[in-house]
C-alpha cells in the first residue's frame, strides 16, 4: 500500500488531504492538523498520557502518537483535536479539560497539540475506536521517549512534557 494514501478504510473528510509544504515535506491536512494529548495524575503522583500506535496503513504507520488529524475547514484547533480523539480513541470531549497549546507552524501548515487534563470526575476508559489505531492506551510519561515515536511527536515531546509538569 501507498503509504502516502490514506487507507480506504477510513473515512474522508472535508479537510482530508495532503499540503506541500514551504518546508519540503507534505503533511496531511488541507486546513492543518491538531491532536489531543491527555493526561492525568496518578496516585503515585506521576503523569500518563494517552497515546495512540498508529496503524501500519497510516502514514508512518507503527509509530506512537497522539489522537488527531486534519481539521476540518468550519472548526478550531481544539474542535478538530477533541473530533479526532472521540473518532479514535473514545475520549468524550466533557472529560478533557484543556490547559495549553503547542503549535507548529510552517506558514501555509500547521499543527496544534491540545494539551488537557483528565477531568476529576471522568473514567478515563481509552480503546482503539477506528481503524487508524493498532492500540489507544495511558502510558506514564517516564516511558513515552522508549517508544517508537512518529517524529514530529519525538520533537515535541520534550517541550509538552514540560508544559505537563510545569
Known amino acids: 500500500m501507498d503509504s502516502t494514501q490514506p487507507h480506504e478504510a477510513f473515512s474522508r473528510r472535508p479537510g482530508d488531504g495532503w499540503v506541500e509544504c514551504t518546508c519540503g515535506s507534505r503533511h496531511w491536512g488541507l486546513h492543518g492538523a491538531a491532536g489531543l ?18 496503524s501500519l496503513a497510516s502514514h508512518q504507520g507503527g509509530t506512537w502518537g497522539v489522537p488527531g488529524g486534519a481539521v476540518d475547514p468550519d472548526e478550531s484547533a481544539l474542535e478538530g483535536a477533541l473530533r479526532e480523539a472521540h473518532e ?66 519525538a520533537a515535541a515531546w520534550p517541550s509538552l512534557r514540560a508544559r505537563l509538569e510545569a
Do not use: C, K, M, N
Request: glycine share 4%; net charge negative.
Open 37 to 54: 494529548l491527555l493526561a492525568r495524575h496518578t496516585p503515585s503522583g506521576t503523569i500518563d498520557v494517552v497515546l495512540q500506535h498508529r
Open 88 to 153: 479514535e480513541a473514545a475520549i468524550e470531549p466533557t472529560d478533557v479539560e484543556p490547559f495549553d497549546e503547542l503549535v507548529l507552524d510552517h506558514g501555509p501548515w500547521r499543527y496544534t497539540t491540545i494539551l488537557a487534563w483528565l477531568a476529576p470526575d471522568a473514567p478515563g476508559f481509552v480503546y482503539a475506536s477506528d481503524p487508524e489505531s493498532l492500540e489507544i492506551r495511558w502510558v506514564p510519561a517516564d516511558g513515552v521517549a522508549a517508544l517508537p515515536l512518529l517524529p514530529a511527536f
